[in-house]
């Protein structure tokens, strides 16, 4: 299979658990071009690794914030969530991880449904969500957030903190200082480090570069191109919708909680529609 993300990231398959090759992942999910509405989206949900499809729901006894929306990905690719403020993007994440009760709809990981099932039992099955904030404990070290990562595991974690040291060596160097402690950019790696610690079939991240400058975020980028080598399916939510539709094997264009636009990211890069309407021209 050919590597889609070209010379971006090291191209070693030995961070995270994985050192398997990439067989059974398909090709892109989305081979139609870009979609004005959720067609090519529910027909990618058919065949990904992760899927949630049709999903409709909210917050509490609250109005959906969610109409019919579906999200797929395939294994050890990466789908890109964008899309105007409140069109529901970090909702429909937050959906497919089980923190929010859906009215209609399913979410689907490997062919089994996990819809009924609690975040902690989806951790259980192998997803893994870094929020956009509080998701690091800042007064304990590094090496201890770390370790926090792997609370569910029985086995010996050193192999796999060594693979996210190798992934993100500041860390390494930071090993002993508190997390609470370090700039915006490294914060977050020890957050994506933290919940690679669980050993993750999938790693879902909320905004993983906001408010960092341009290098860091392409560093970030960098990272996540590497982790989705290993096999790890990525499922973002990004503000900087250029750039992560750049490195997105697919893309979902969110309006008012429903899909408006799916396609690859080259695709949506290259539509007049969603460049003028979602990238500013």
């Known amino acids: 299979m050919s590597d889609p993300y070209g010379s971006r990231g090291n191209n070693d398959r030995s961070i995270t658990k994985s050192n398997e090759p990439l067989g059974g992942v398909s090709g892109d999910i989305a081979g139609t071009g870009p979609a004005a509405d959720g067609g090519a989206a529910a027909s990618a949900a058919g065949t990904a690794f992760l899927a949630g499809e049709g999903m409709t729901g909210g917050y509490g006894r609250g109005a959906d914030i969610l109409h019919g929306c579906t999200v797929a990905v395939d294994r050890g690719r990466i789908a890109v969530i964008v899309g105007p403020n409140g069109a529901g993007k970090s909702t429909a994440m937050k959906a ?28 259980a099955k192998g997803m893994a969500f870094v929020p956009q904030t509080s998701n690091i404990f800042p007064s304990m070290s590094v090496e201890e957030n770390l370790e926090m990562g792997a609370f569910l595991r029985r086995d010996d974690i050193r192999g796999t903190m060594a693979q996210v040291y190798d992934l993100f060596p500041i860390l390494k160097e930071k090993r002993r200082q ?23 079939k999938v790693l879902m991240l909320d905004e993983p570069t906001a408010g960092v400058s341009p290098i860091v975020m392409d560093e970030l980028f960098d990272r996540i191109i590497e982790v989705a080598r290993t096999g790890v399916t990525i499922l973002m939510v990004e503000q900087n919708a250029r750039q992560a539709l750049e490195i997105a094997d697919i893309g979902y264009v969110l309006v008012q909680g429903a899909n408006a636009h799916t396609g690859t990211g080259a695709e949506l890069l290259a539509d007049p529609v969603v460049r003028r309407t979602f990238l500013g021209g």
């Open 178 to 200: 508190n997390a609470g402690e370090l700039s915006g950019g490294q914060r977050q790696q020890v957050a994506v480090g933290r919940a690679l610690m669980t050993q993750p």
């Open 96 to 123: 497919v991880f089980g923190m929010l009760t859906l009215r209609a709809g399913r979410v689907v990981i490997d062919g089994e449904d996990i819809t009924h099932l609690s975040p902690q039992d989806r951790v």
